[in-house]
Each structure stands twice: as structure tokens, then as C-alpha cells.
């Protein structure tokens, strides 16, 4: 009840053993960071001898546990500690993980001046997500930098130091791949820029972005949250107001751009902006469709990719307990054990709620802290375009 009243903070995937009585204590642990960076950046000439850990701190927002444990307060030893502290941010989306023991916490970054922000993005192609309420919700654009840097990207670098890295704009490649995209929260929407376009890396980089903001939007708790696919607005008669975008509706199975402030102005999308969007003649019927996985392609791509996972990943699509240890004990002493208790949890999952036997459930399953795959999650979603 006091948890539900939010009077107490309790995370049980991550902190099973821990009750925040006073909420102001998670609050405090993050103000002290917040204001020991301000210090380190206000006063330069009071640190000149730091080290190149806290000033990587200072100017990039990187953090480590021994960084945590400079500041004592509020830890208890088996109850409460720095690593606990780290797990609880990496778990809320604050912090994500970049390095062995390097974490990076995007609200720490400087701001980039928006007067600025068209300088760091060159060439390429650019979608807007917009919000439909007006802003782009606290804390959101943060939390989808830290779902991207879970996943399969990392910082864009330029020798040694990062290509772009704001709060408010963020420059990312993907590892293995020569794809590099940058986000820009302009207050109203996120700008998605892509520098080397086409259809497939623009549809794959749309699709990862919406289910970072739906992640996102789940850990932050927010609830109805509404977006448009968008671009900026080529109107002729609009050239008076300062930039705006034009959001994308659909006609007939045909694209259109619709001016955000005049309604009467629609046109045609041109194939660069094509590119972002899914092919309209599939309609959404078929798309729906799509997301739901065949038994042979879980079992393909999924159970015989991390056989030992299935009862953690079992637990994720809420398989009751008393399945699992039935699954457990049937496959006792079997050849590939993991295997079949892997086929037979999917069979069990396939049987609770048809509405959530879909790709983008198991997808974030994978993804979940407790399974940890992230990578086999960010190729199921490219492969089946979730």
C-alpha cells in the first residue's frame, strides 16, 4: 500500500532486500552528484590537479562506483551500497553501462546551445518523433539515450574525444556497423538524423527510437503518451513562421505532410522522407501480423541462441512459477534439457494472452536486466522490424 502511495521506494528486481522508507534519500544520492560536478565545473581553478577520472566526471557525465563511494551518506553495508546505488540508476534508465566499469549518466551532460545544434549534424536525413501534447516529457530523451547506449550503440568518437555529447544532442554509432545517427531533443519533438540514409537504416533507426520512447515512457511512468511521425514544414505559405514541423498523415494507403500550423497546407512526402516509413500499402492489419512469431522462429532465433535462459526469460512473459518447475522437472536428465524446457516455456507463454504473443513481447523480455540480451534482442528487432 505505502509503495503503491509512493510514501516508499522499493525496486525488487533489483533491490529485493531493500525498503526506502524516505524517498529523499535516492533524491539525495543523485543531488549529490549533480552538485559535485557543478563545483568541479564553477571552480576549474580550485581542481587543477584532478584526476582524469573526475574529469571525465566533470565534462562527459562518466561515473564509477568508486565514484559513488566518495560520497558516504545513506550506505549501509549489506543493505544499501554504491554498487546497489548504480544498479538502481542503470535499472531506472538513468545511467547506462558503456565500459567495464564506466558508466555514463546523460542528465550530467552539458547543453548545447540550439543555435548550435545544426552544426553537429552533417548531411544525411532527419525524421522528427512529435509529441502531440507540445513537449517532450521530463527526464524522456535522457532515458532513450540510455536505451540506446544499452543496446547496441555506443558514443560516436572523434580520436579521443566524443564526436557530440550533450544533454540535448547526442551523436551514436552503432558497434560492428558504419551506421551513426544522432538524437536532438528540440523540446517539442526529437530530431533523428541519420548521416548515411536508406530505407532499411532509416526504418531500423525509426523503429529503435519509438521503442525507446515506449521503454521509456514505461520506467518514467508516463501514460498516454502520443506521437506523430513528422518533418519540417516546406509550406510556401509559411515561410513567415519560424521553423515548424509538418506531421504525416496517411490518405487513401498514401502519405501526406500536414503543416502543424496551418491545416490547410498538405503535400506530398518526397522519397527521402519516404525512406523513414514503413510502406504504407502494407496497412496496419498486415503489420500487426507481422509482429507474431511462428513456434520454428522462436525456437530458431531465440531458445537455441540462450538455451540457459529460459526460465529467466519464462519469468519475464509472466509463465506462472508452478509451470517453470513443472517444465524443470519434466526435462531433468534430458539431452539438450535447456532446449526443450526453452520450447515448452514459449508453448506455455503461447497459451496465456494471444494479445501478447508477439515478437515485441519476447523482444523486451531479452532486454529485461534480469536476461541481459540486449544484442540478440536489438538483431530480432532489425530481422522482424519491430
Same mark, same amino acid.
Given at each position: 500500500?505505502?509503495?503503491?502511495?509512493?510514501?516508499?521506494?522499493?525496486?525488487?528486481?533489483?533491490?529485493?532486500?531493500?525498503?526506502?522508507?524516505?524517498?529523499? =534519500?535516492?533524491?539525495? *544520492?543523485?543531488?549529490?552528484?549533480?552538485? #559535485?560536478?557543478?563545483?568541479?565545473?564553477?571552480?576549474?581553478?580550485?581542481?587543477?590537479?584532478?584526476?582524469?577520472?573526475?574529469? *571525465?566526471?566533470?565534462?562527459?557525465?562518466?561515473?564509477?562506483?568508486?565514484?559513488?563511494?566518495? $560520497?558516504?551518506? !545513506? #550506505?549501509? /553495508?549489506?543493505? $544499501?551500497?554504491?554498487?546497489?546505488?548504480?544498479?538502481?540508476?542503470?535499472?531506472?534508465?538513468?545511467?547506462?553501462?558503456?565500459?567495464?566499469?564506466?558508466?555514463?549518466?546523460?542528465?550530467?551532460?552539458?547543453?548545447?546551445?540550439?543555435?548550435?545544434?545544426? /552544426?553537429?549534424?552533417?548531411?544525411?536525413?532527419?525524421?522528427?518523433?512529435? $509529441? @502531440?501534447?507540445?513537449?517532450?516529457?521530463?527526464?524522456?530523451?535522457?532515458?532513450?539515450?540510455?536505451?540506446?547506449?544499452?543496446?547496441?550503440?555506443?558514443?560516436?568518437?572523434?580520436?579521443?574525444?566524443?564526436?557530440?555529447? #550533450?544533454?540535448?544532442?547526442?551523436?551514436?554509432?552503432?558497434?560492428? @556497423?558504419?551506421?551513426?545517427?544522432?538524437?536532438?531533443?528540440? $523540446?517539442?519533438?526529437?530530431?533523428?538524423?541519420?548521416?548515411?540514409?536508406?530505407?532499411?537504416?532509416?526504418?531500423?533507426?525509426?523503429?529503435?527510437?519509438?521503442?525507446?520512447?515506449?521503454?521509456?515512457?514505461?520506467?518514467?511512468?508516463?501514460? &498516454? =503518451?502520443?506521437?506523430?511521425?513528422?518533418?519540417?514544414?516546406?509550406?510556401?505559405?509559411?515561410?513567415?513562421?519560424?521553423?515548424?514541423?509538418?506531421?504525416?498523415?496517411?490518405?487513401?494507403?498514401? #502519405?501526406?505532410?500536414?503543416?502543424?500550423?496551418? %491545416?490547410?497546407?498538405?503535400?506530398?512526402?518526397?522519397?527521402?522522407?519516404?525512406?523513414?516509413?514503413?510502406?504504407?500499402?502494407?496497412?496496419?492489419?498486415?503489420?500487426?501480423?507481422?509482429?507474431?512469431?511462428?513456434?520454428?522462429?522462436?525456437?530458431? &532465433?531465440?531458445?537455441?541462441?540462450?538455451?540457459?535462459?529460459?526460465?529467466?526469460?519464462?519469468?519475464?512473459?509472466?509463465?506462472? !512459477?508452478?509451470?517453470? &518447475?513443472?517444465?524443470?522437472?519434466?526435462?531433468? %536428465?534430458?539431452?539438450?534439457?535447456?532446449? /526443450?524446457?526453452?520450447?515448452?516455456?514459449?508453448?506455455?507463454?503461447?497459451?496465456?494472452?494471444?494479445?501478447?504473443?508477439?515478437?515485441? @513481447?519476447?523482444?523486451?523480455?531479452?532486454?529485461?536486466?534480469? =536476461?541481459?540480451?540486449?544484442?540478440?534482442?536489438?538483431?530480432?528487432? @532489425?530481422?522482424?522490424?519491430?
Amino acid at each position: 500500500h505505502f509503495v503503491n502511495q509512493n510514501m516508499f521506494l522499493y525496486y525488487p528486481e533489483v533491490l529485493p532486500k531493500t525498503v526506502f522508507c524516505d524517498p529523499q =534519500v535516492v533524491l539525495t *544520492k543523485v543531488t549529490e552528484l549533480v552538485q #559535485y560536478q557543478h563545483g568541479l565545473r564553477d571552480n576549474p581553478e580550485g581542481n587543477v590537479a584532478v584526476s582524469s577520472n573526475l574529469v *571525465k566526471f566533470r565534462d562527459h557525465g562518466l561515473l564509477s562506483v568508486e565514484l559513488l563511494r566518495e $560520497f558516504p551518506k !545513506h #550506505y549501509r /553495508e549489506g543493505l $544499501f551500497t554504491a554498487q546497489d546505488l548504480m544498479q538502481l540508476l542503470v535499472s531506472r534508465g538513468a545511467v547506462a553501462m558503456i565500459g567495464e566499469g564506466e558508466y555514463l549518466m546523460p542528465a550530467l551532460l552539458r547543453h548545447l546551445d540550439p543555435t548550435q545544434v545544426s /552544426e553537429k549534424l552533417q548531411g544525411g536525413a532527419s525524421l522528427m518523433i512529435r $509529441f @502531440t501534447h507540445g513537449y517532450i516529457p521530463s527526464g524522456l530523451f535522457c532515458c532513450l539515450v540510455d536505451h540506446f547506449l544499452s543496446s547496441s550503440w555506443k558514443v560516436c568518437m572523434d580520436g579521443n574525444q566524443p564526436l557530440c555529447l #550533450y544533454r540535448n544532442c547526442i551523436t551514436l554509432d552503432q558497434r560492428g @556497423t558504419p551506421e551513426i545517427v544522432s538524437l536532438v531533443d528540440r $523540446f517539442s519533438y526529437i530530431e533523428v538524423h541519420v548521416r548515411e540514409a536508406s530505407s532499411e537504416v532509416c526504418r531500423e533507426i525509426r523503429g529503435h527510437v519509438l521503442h525507446g520512447i515506449k521503454s521509456a515512457c514505461s520506467v518514467l511512468k508516463y501514460h &498516454d =503518451v502520443q506521437l506523430d511521425d513528422a518533418f519540417l514544414c516546406a509550406g510556401i505559405r509559411c515561410t513567415s513562421h519560424p521553423p515548424h514541423v509538418a506531421v504525416v498523415t496517411s490518405r487513401e494507403q498514401v #502519405y501526406k505532410w500536414k503543416c502543424s500550423i496551418r %491545416g490547410d497546407q498538405i503535400g506530398d512526402l518526397n522519397k527521402d522522407q519516404l525512406m523513414w516509413l514503413p510502406e504504407c500499402s502494407l496497412g496496419e492489419s498486415v503489420i500487426r501480423k507481422q509482429n507474431v512469431p511462428t513456434m520454428a522462429d522462436l525456437m530458431n &532465433d531465440v531458445a537455441v541462441m540462450v538455451p540457459a535462459k529460459w526460465r529467466y526469460v519464462g519469468i519475464q512473459l509472466n509463465v506462472p !512459477h508452478k509451470d517453470l &518447475d513443472n517444465i524443470q522437472s519434466q526435462v531433468a %536428465g534430458m539431452p539438450d534439457s535447456n532446449v /526443450e524446457a526453452f520450447r515448452q516455456t514459449l508453448d506455455k507463454w503461447s497459451t496465456l494472452d494471444p494479445h501478447k504473443f508477439a515478437w515485441s @513481447t519476447i523482444i523486451g523480455a531479452l532486454e529485461t536486466l534480469s =536476461v541481459g540480451e540486449n544484442d540478440l534482442a536489438g538483431k530480432l528487432r @532489425t530481422k522482424y522490424m519491430i
